[in-house]
T-cell receptor
Framework: RKEVEQDPGPFNVPEGATVAFNCTYSNSASQSFFWYRQDCRKEPKLLMSVYSSGNEDGRFTAQLNRASQYISLLIRDSKLSDSATYLCVVKRNSNSGYALNFGKGTSLLVTP | NAGVTQTPKFQVLKTGQSMTLQCAQDMNHNSMYWYRQDPGMGLRLIYYSASEGTTDKGEVPNGYNVSRLNKREFSLRLESAAPSQTSVYFC????????????FGQGTRLTVV
């Protein structure tokens, strides 16, 4: 079983819609959580970190549930420019440092 | 303002050839990572280096070796390339502390024929 699981989608939504992505992780020792965005044929870039209390950045809201080992990302008022793949990332401490583990990504297409 | 620089950007190899992918960062980061990305598989960790002088295997290390040459540079070597190693390779770096951003290079598109 992969350490970080995401629904691959694709999610096709109209402009202005609200869309939510979910992610689960298997290792309870995981320490830090992130959402990254990746555009087609580009490198991943940080969208936002995910904090235990939940956090918001404009139209984006991230939530973490440590008991259920579950992370979510909510996008409100979707824009065409939000079309991308969203990657759930979990950082886990190991004996020699930190390993960043990525989910396979959820594809979002926002249509006019 | 270079960030993470990977070379080459594109490469075609014949089966059995060897090559080294280079990665350098100018942000004084402790940790560096090598990933491969294949369709439907997402980003998979090959090797990482928590700090200068240390390296550790990730999810898919077989067929690869790495060298953390100094704090700036982390190279990935394919000793005998195989078609299964056709992929897009990304190098990344970050501070080792919590909740800090990982910065990625632009990727190397490798085809093994």
């Amino acid at each position: 079983r992969k350490e970080v699981e995401q629904d691959p989608g694709p999610f096709n939504v109209p402009e202005g819609a609200t869309v939510a992505f979910n992610c689960t992780y298997s290792n309870s020792a995981s320490q830090s959580f992130f959402w990254y965005r990746q555009d087609c044929r580009k490198e991943p870039k940080l969208l936002m970190s995910v904090y235990s209390s939940g956090n918001e950045d404009g139209r984006f809201t991230a939530q973490l549930n440590r008991a259920s080992q579950y992370i979510s990302l909510l996008i409100r008022d979707s824009k065409l420019s939000d079309s991308a793949t969203y990657l759930c990332v979990v950082k886990r401490n190991s004996n020699s440092g930190y390993a960043l583990n990525f989910g396979k990504g959820t594809s979002l297409l926002v249509t006019p | 303002n270079a960030g993470v620089t990977q070379t080459p950007k594109f490469q075609v190899l014949k089966t059995g050839q060897s090559m080294t992918l280079q990665c350098a960062q100018d942000m004084n980061h402790n940790s560096m990572y090598w990933y491969r990305q294949d369709p439907g598989m997402g980003l998979r960790l090959i090797y990482y280096s928590a700090s200068e002088g240390t390296t550790d295997k990730g999810e898919v290390p077989n067929g690869y070796n790495v060298s953390r040459l100094n704090k700036r540079e982390f190279s990935l070597r394919l000793e005998s390339a195989a078609p299964s190693q056709t992929s897009v390779y990304f190098c990344a770096s970050k501070w080792a502390t919590e909740n800090t951003e990982a910065f990625f290079g632009q990727g190397t598109r490798l085809t093994v024929v």
